[in-house]
Protein backbone atom coordinates (compact mmCIF):
# COMPACT_ATOMS: atom_id res chain seq x y z
CA UNK A 1 0.00 0.00 0.00
CA UNK A 2 1.49 3.63 -1.19
CA UNK A 3 2.16 5.79 1.62
CA UNK A 4 -0.31 8.05 2.89
CA UNK A 5 -0.07 11.72 0.95
CA UNK A 6 -1.20 14.95 2.23
CA UNK A 7 -4.63 15.76 2.11
CA UNK A 8 -5.63 16.34 -1.36
CA UNK A 9 -6.81 19.35 -2.85
CA UNK A 10 -10.64 18.67 -3.24
CA UNK A 11 -10.46 17.84 0.45
CA UNK A 12 -9.34 20.85 1.90
CA UNK A 13 -8.40 22.13 5.13
CA UNK A 14 -11.06 24.68 5.65
CA UNK A 15 -13.92 21.58 4.87
CA UNK A 16 -12.55 19.36 7.30
CA UNK A 17 -12.05 21.96 9.64
CA UNK A 18 -16.26 22.26 9.40
CA UNK A 19 -16.76 18.59 9.16
CA UNK A 20 -14.78 18.95 12.86
CA UNK A 21 -16.98 21.59 13.85
CA UNK A 22 -20.20 19.97 12.90
CA UNK A 23 -19.14 16.56 15.24
CA UNK A 24 -18.90 18.55 18.04
CA UNK A 25 -21.83 20.49 18.15
CA UNK A 26 -23.87 17.39 17.33
CA UNK A 27 -26.46 16.35 19.97
CA UNK A 28 -24.80 14.17 22.83
CA UNK A 29 -25.29 10.09 21.90
CA UNK A 30 -28.01 8.75 24.18
CA UNK A 31 -26.38 5.89 25.91
CA UNK A 32 -27.86 5.44 29.19
CA UNK A 33 -26.52 3.65 32.04
CA UNK A 34 -23.06 3.25 31.17
CA UNK A 35 -23.65 0.96 27.89
CA UNK A 36 -21.39 1.18 24.68
CA UNK A 37 -22.27 3.65 22.35
CA UNK A 38 -24.11 2.17 19.11
CA UNK A 39 -22.61 3.22 15.51
CA UNK A 40 -23.64 2.07 12.32
CA UNK A 41 -21.01 1.96 9.80
CA UNK A 42 -22.84 1.93 5.98
CA UNK A 43 -20.77 1.33 2.80
CA UNK A 44 -21.16 1.65 -0.76
CA UNK A 45 -19.94 -2.06 -2.48
CA UNK A 46 -20.79 -1.57 -6.29
CA UNK A 47 -18.27 -1.82 -8.33
CA UNK A 48 -16.66 2.10 -8.57
CA UNK A 49 -15.57 1.35 -5.21
CA UNK A 50 -13.55 -1.85 -5.62
CA UNK A 51 -10.28 0.08 -5.87
CA UNK A 52 -10.74 1.39 -2.17
CA UNK A 53 -12.83 -1.41 -0.81
CA UNK A 54 -9.90 -3.13 0.82
CA UNK A 55 -8.71 -0.04 2.32
CA UNK A 56 -11.68 0.87 3.91
CA UNK A 57 -12.23 -2.26 5.51
CA UNK A 58 -8.97 -1.66 7.27
CA UNK A 59 -9.90 1.70 8.28
CA UNK A 60 -12.62 0.50 10.18
CA UNK A 61 -10.86 -1.04 12.71
CA UNK A 62 -9.39 2.11 14.08
CA UNK A 63 -12.52 3.19 15.13
CA UNK A 64 -12.42 0.85 18.17
CA UNK A 65 -8.90 1.58 19.27
CA UNK A 66 -10.02 4.88 20.23
CA UNK A 67 -13.08 3.61 22.41
CA UNK A 68 -11.63 0.80 24.68
CA UNK A 69 -11.34 3.03 27.39
CA UNK A 70 -14.45 4.86 27.05
CA UNK A 71 -16.32 1.04 27.68
CA UNK A 72 -16.48 0.43 23.88
CA UNK A 73 -18.57 0.79 20.82
CA UNK A 74 -20.61 -1.75 19.28
CA UNK A 75 -21.03 -1.47 15.63
CA UNK A 76 -23.26 -3.15 12.77
CA UNK A 77 -22.23 -3.29 9.18
CA UNK A 78 -24.50 -2.14 6.60
CA UNK A 79 -23.50 -2.39 3.14
CA UNK A 80 -25.55 -2.72 -0.43
CA UNK A 81 -24.17 -4.17 -4.46
CA UNK A 82 -25.89 -5.78 -7.27
CA UNK A 83 -29.22 -5.85 -7.95
CA UNK A 84 -30.82 -5.22 -4.64
CA UNK A 85 -28.75 -7.01 -2.45
CA UNK A 86 -28.41 -4.68 0.65
CA UNK A 87 -27.15 -6.50 3.86
CA UNK A 88 -25.99 -5.47 7.61
CA UNK A 89 -24.10 -7.69 10.04
CA UNK A 90 -25.39 -8.59 13.65
CA UNK A 91 -23.84 -5.89 16.45
CA UNK A 92 -20.49 -7.07 17.04
CA UNK A 93 -18.08 -5.00 19.92
CA UNK A 94 -14.48 -5.91 18.26
CA UNK A 95 -12.87 -5.42 15.38
CA UNK A 96 -11.27 -8.69 14.35
CA UNK A 97 -15.04 -10.01 14.32
CA UNK A 98 -16.40 -6.88 12.02
CA UNK A 99 -13.09 -7.22 9.90
CA UNK A 100 -14.02 -10.80 9.02
CA UNK A 101 -17.21 -10.22 8.04
CA UNK A 102 -16.16 -7.11 5.58
CA UNK A 103 -13.06 -9.18 4.06
CA UNK A 104 -15.99 -11.82 3.11
CA UNK A 105 -17.67 -8.93 1.17
CA UNK A 106 -16.35 -7.92 -2.65
CA UNK A 107 -17.80 -5.66 -4.61
CA UNK A 108 -20.57 -6.19 -7.29
CA UNK A 109 -22.29 -3.79 -10.38
CA UNK A 110 -25.48 -2.28 -9.38
CA UNK A 111 -27.28 1.02 -8.16
CA UNK A 112 -27.08 3.16 -4.65
CA UNK A 113 -29.32 1.69 -2.12
CA UNK A 114 -29.39 4.46 0.71
CA UNK A 115 -32.36 4.80 1.25
CA UNK A 116 -32.26 1.39 2.52
CA UNK A 117 -29.30 1.69 4.60
CA UNK A 118 -31.53 4.92 6.17
CA UNK A 119 -34.58 2.81 7.02
CA UNK A 120 -32.15 0.58 8.35
CA UNK A 121 -31.25 2.58 10.84
CA UNK A 122 -34.32 3.89 11.33
CA UNK A 123 -35.94 0.44 12.65
CA UNK A 124 -32.80 -0.44 14.79
CA UNK A 125 -32.64 2.91 16.93
CA UNK A 126 -36.28 2.55 17.66
CA UNK A 127 -35.56 -0.85 19.09
CA UNK A 128 -32.15 0.21 20.91
CA UNK A 129 -30.47 3.81 20.54
CA UNK A 130 -28.47 4.24 17.61
CA UNK A 131 -25.48 6.89 18.31
CA UNK A 132 -24.30 7.87 15.04
CA UNK A 133 -24.36 6.41 11.65
CA UNK A 134 -21.55 6.30 9.53
CA UNK A 135 -21.81 6.51 5.85
CA UNK A 136 -18.71 6.38 2.57
CA UNK A 137 -19.74 6.23 -0.69
CA UNK A 138 -19.34 7.67 -4.03
CA UNK A 139 -22.44 7.72 -6.14
CA UNK A 140 -26.15 8.56 -5.61
CA UNK A 141 -28.85 7.25 -8.01
CA UNK A 142 -32.02 7.81 -5.97
CA UNK A 143 -34.89 10.53 -5.01
CA UNK A 144 -33.05 12.97 -3.30
CA UNK A 145 -36.40 13.81 -1.65
CA UNK A 146 -36.96 10.43 -0.32
CA UNK A 147 -33.54 9.81 1.11
CA UNK A 148 -34.30 13.87 2.80
CA UNK A 149 -37.60 12.89 3.92
CA UNK A 150 -35.49 9.68 5.76
CA UNK A 151 -32.66 11.62 7.07
CA UNK A 152 -35.29 14.38 8.79
CA UNK A 153 -36.46 11.00 10.80
CA UNK A 154 -33.22 10.43 11.92
CA UNK A 155 -32.93 13.84 12.56
CA UNK A 156 -36.03 13.43 14.95
CA UNK A 157 -34.67 10.16 16.25
CA UNK A 158 -31.39 12.25 17.70
CA UNK A 159 -29.41 9.99 14.83
CA UNK A 160 -26.69 12.24 13.24
CA UNK A 161 -25.72 10.74 9.63
CA UNK A 162 -21.73 11.21 8.71
CA UNK A 163 -21.52 11.45 5.62
CA UNK A 164 -17.91 10.44 4.16
CA UNK A 165 -18.18 11.22 -0.13
CA UNK A 166 -15.23 9.82 -2.21
CA UNK A 167 -14.09 11.10 -5.44
CA UNK A 168 -15.93 14.50 -6.79
CA UNK A 169 -19.65 13.72 -8.43
CA UNK A 170 -21.22 17.15 -7.66
CA UNK A 171 -24.74 15.11 -7.41
CA UNK A 172 -23.82 12.93 -5.75
CA UNK A 173 -22.00 15.32 -2.92
CA UNK A 174 -25.54 17.73 -2.79
CA UNK A 175 -26.86 14.34 -1.82
CA UNK A 176 -25.12 13.36 0.93
CA UNK A 177 -24.59 16.92 2.25
CA UNK A 178 -28.59 17.39 2.10
CA UNK A 179 -28.52 13.83 4.24
CA UNK A 180 -26.19 14.99 6.80
CA UNK A 181 -28.13 18.56 7.42
CA UNK A 182 -31.05 17.06 7.84
CA UNK A 183 -29.88 14.75 10.39
CA UNK A 184 -28.06 16.78 12.17
CA UNK A 185 -25.10 15.28 11.22
CA UNK A 186 -22.00 16.55 9.22
CA UNK A 187 -20.05 15.68 5.37
CA UNK A 188 -16.81 15.45 4.26
CA UNK A 189 -15.11 15.15 0.75
CA UNK A 190 -12.02 12.81 0.51
CA UNK A 191 -10.33 11.13 -2.31
CA UNK A 192 -8.68 7.53 -1.84
CA UNK A 193 -4.94 8.85 -1.94
CA UNK A 194 -6.85 10.74 1.94
CA UNK A 195 -6.54 7.31 3.99
CA UNK A 196 -4.51 9.24 6.84
CA UNK A 197 -7.53 11.48 7.08
CA UNK A 198 -10.28 9.18 6.55
CA UNK A 199 -9.18 7.16 9.55
CA UNK A 200 -8.80 10.39 12.22
CA UNK A 201 -12.10 11.70 10.93
CA UNK A 202 -13.85 8.03 11.17
CA UNK A 203 -12.09 7.71 14.98
CA UNK A 204 -13.45 10.87 16.03
CA UNK A 205 -16.69 10.33 14.95
CA UNK A 206 -16.33 6.79 16.73
CA UNK A 207 -15.17 8.66 20.36
CA UNK A 208 -18.06 10.88 19.96
CA UNK A 209 -20.51 7.87 19.47
CA UNK A 210 -18.91 5.87 22.29
CA UNK A 211 -18.57 8.65 24.78
CA UNK A 212 -20.05 12.33 23.69
CA UNK A 213 -18.56 15.14 23.32
CA UNK A 214 -16.39 15.25 26.63
CA UNK A 215 -14.50 11.53 25.24
CA UNK A 216 -14.27 13.21 22.14
CA UNK A 217 -12.49 16.83 23.89
CA UNK A 218 -9.97 14.08 25.52
CA UNK A 219 -9.19 11.97 22.81
CA UNK A 220 -8.81 15.26 20.65
CA UNK A 221 -5.73 16.41 23.14
CA UNK A 222 -4.09 13.21 22.88
CA UNK A 223 -4.13 12.74 19.01
CA UNK A 224 -2.61 15.29 17.00
CA UNK A 225 -3.22 15.72 13.12
CA UNK A 226 -6.70 17.26 12.44
CA UNK A 227 -8.22 15.95 15.48
CA UNK A 228 -7.06 18.67 17.66
CA UNK A 229 -9.24 21.74 16.06
CA UNK A 230 -12.32 20.10 17.63
CA UNK A 231 -10.72 21.34 21.23
CA UNK A 232 -12.08 24.64 21.32
CA UNK A 233 -15.73 23.43 19.65
CA UNK A 234 -16.19 21.27 22.85
CA UNK A 235 -18.95 22.53 25.23
Known sequence: MAKDPKLPQ???????EAFLRKVAAAPAP??????????IFAMDATASREPTWDRASHLQAEM???????????????YYRGFGECRASRWVANSR????????????AGRTQIGKVLKRAIKETREKKVSALVFVGDAMEENI????????ELGL???????????????????????????GGAFCNFDSA??????????AVAVFAAGGR???ADYSKKTGGLVPQLTHQVK
Request: hydrophobic share 40%; aromatic share 6%.
Open 157 to 183: LGVPCFMFHEGDDPVSRNAFQQVARLS
Open 97 to 108: ELLRFMTGVFCL
Open 145 to 152: DHLGHLAG
Open 64 to 78: FKETEALGGLEVQLI
Open 214 to 216: PAL
Open 10 to 16: DTSSSEV
Open 30 to 39: GAAGGARGRL
Open 194 to 203: SARQLRELLS
